[in-house]
């Protein structure tokens, strides 16, 4: 259990810092914070502070898709958040294209990490995911099918809104699920005969991989 702990944490914040440096480089962000910065752009709120009121708006609608959330759900709408908008009152603005795309590469490789910690904890899905799994269940569509259409509805509003969009945008969809995949098997848990938590070779069951 301390172990998971840390994980999860570890992994939610570790996951917002990653989210910040994407942003800071400009070059195109992940699917879910496009519309997170459209909509920053439109309230004048920040990117976190955005990102907390999605995912909550995002958890109500687990209530008709039979959906339970765990501690990694509900921390998961604070804490991704709150690291967001620290790591990005911390890292210096830049404009240097030499700078920002070793941001982007960092943000991205960083992003399936904090995924393998978090996803491997086995604390619950974050609220977009459990939405994602939900609607499958729900109308029996394929996951890929249910991802796809969440993604490109909420790629299209954050860009109409002022999200950015760019290279960074695909290169996250095409890296994520094999670094995830990696970093599920690295930090993946399970419980051993004893009691104990020892380190795992196989995939946590049920986790849903990003990509």
Known sequence: MPRRLVQLYAGLALYGASSALLVEAGLGLEPWNVLHQGLAELTGLTIGVVSIFVGAAVLLLWIPLRQRPGLGTVSNVFVVGIAMDGTLALVPDTHALAVRVPLMLAGIVLNGLATGLYISASFGPGPRDGLMTGVHR??????????????????????????????????????????????????????????????????????ILPG
């Open 138 to 207: 729900r109308t029996d569509r394929s996951i890929r099918l249910v991802r796809t259409v969440l993604e490109v509805a909420v790629v299209a509003t954050g860009f109409a809104l002022g999200g950015t969009v760019g290279i960074g945008t695909v290169l996250y969809a095409v890296a994520i699920g094999p670094l995830a995949q990696l970093f599920l098997r690295v930090f993946a848990v399970r419980r051993a005969p004893t009691g104990s938590t020892v380190v795992a070779t196989g995939q946590p069951e049920g986790a």
